[in-house]
């Protein structure tokens, strides 16, 4: 079974970035899609970007289009958010799945990581 780990949150000031890794294991990233999510406190876990693994497509929630790249490499097992110019509201748990359809919908993903946090405070 694919396993999912997430790293790279931490506390950043507004205008700054970060940059998220999630690091798969058991299998390939192929032919999985993967998507990234975040959920705030009080709030609905909601899709924030994802790619497909074949072919690269990609796709962005409109909060963070323009501010926010997924990528993946390959060779390193490894799909990344980078994350630019964050806003406040940006703050939550980012989460990585992965599932068969490169959707924002969070329901159509199997496995999780564990999350990691990001916050994005002054």
């Known amino acids: 079974q694919l396993q999912l780990v997430e790293s790279g949150g931490g506390l950043v000031q507004p205008g700054g970035s970060l940059r998220l890794s999630c690091a798969a294991s058991?299998?390939?990233?192929?032919?999985?899609?993967i998507g990234w999510f975040r959920q705030a406190p009080g709030k609905e876990r909601e899709g924030v970007s994802c790619?497909?693994?074949?072919?690269?497509?990609?796709y962005y929630a409109d909060s963070v289009k323009g501010r926010f790249t997924i990528s993946i490499d390959n060779a390193k097992n490894t799909v990344y958010l980078q994350m630019n110019s964050l806003k406040p509201e940006d703050t939550a748990v980012y989460y990585c799945?992965?599932?068969?359809?490169?959707?924002?919908?969070?329901?159509?993903?199997?496995?999780w990581g564990q999350g990691t946090q990001v916050t994005v405070s002054s």
């Open positions: 790619i497909n693994t074949k072919d690269g497509a990609t």
């Open positions: 058991g299998f390939t990233l192929d032919p999985y899609a």
């Open positions: 799945a992965a599932g068969d359809i490169a959707t924002i919908f969070p329901d159509e993903y199997d496995s």
